[in-house]
């Protein structure tokens, strides 16, 4: 995912409570995705991530 991002691709997530926020950076934590949003900067496990 982060080569997409370094792509220059706009990558997005739904959050909890149907939040849809774009994502800055991701990582991996023992299996489970966390994405860090420009919003928010907190690593968050996204509901769903797509990009267009």
């Given at each position: ?9 706009a990558?997005?997530?739904d959050?909890?409570g ?6 800055h950076r991701?990582?991996?934590?023992k299996?489970v995705?966390?994405?860090r ?7 968050v496990?996204?509901e ?5």
């Open positions: 995912m982060n080569d997409v991002l370094r792509g220059g691709k990558v997005y997530a959050l909890a149907g939040q849809v926020a774009r994502i991701a990582k991996t934590v299996g995705l966390l994405v949003c420009l919003s928010s900067g907190e690593w496990q996204p769903a991530v797509w990009w267009g």
